[in-house]
Nanobody, 124 residues
Framework: QVQLVESGGGLVQAGGSLRLSCAAS????????MGWFRQAPGKEREFVAA????????YYAESVKGRFTISRDNAKNTVYLQMNSLKPEDTAVYYC?????????????????WGQGTQVTVSS
């Protein structure tokens, strides 16, 4: 059974940094397009970042561009989301996801596998 396990969330002050990790089992991250999404209370799940399996191209939501960086460590079979200059509006549960589909990285329905999420809270 495929598992994606996120970690690294927590409470941080505005302007601070966190690094989220997504460790995969029974799935090879380098063979999948990997994405990060987030969901704040009362809001829909939204795209944050993605990294493609071919070429390791990266994609970001406008709201995080220049502050967040997605990366992949094939040896550890883990995907990361480095989050800098955090803002209170970044507060959400962050989810890792995997898909073999390509092209619409920003759509939740393109992703087959999801992690359980990790809470990120940014205080002002």
């Amino acid at each position: 059974q495929v598992q994606l396990v996120e970690s690294g969330g927590g409470l941080v002050q505005a302007g601070g940094s966190l690094r989220l990790s997504c460790a995969a089992s029974r799935l090879t991250v380098s063979n999948n397009n990997m994405g990060w999404f987030r969901q704040a209370p009362g809001k829909e799940r939204e795209f944050v970042a993605a990294i493609s399996r071919i070429g390791s191209n990266t994609y970001y939501a406008e709201s995080v561009k220049g502050r967040f960086t997605i990366s992949r460590d094939n040896a550890k079979n883990t995907v990361y989301l480095q989050m800098n200059s955090l803002k209170p509006e970044d507060t959400a549960v962050y989810y890792c996801a995997a898909t073999l589909s390509s092209g619409r990285y920003y759509r939740t329905d393109e992703y087959r596998y999801w992690g359980q999420g990790t809470q990120v809270t940014v205080s002002s």
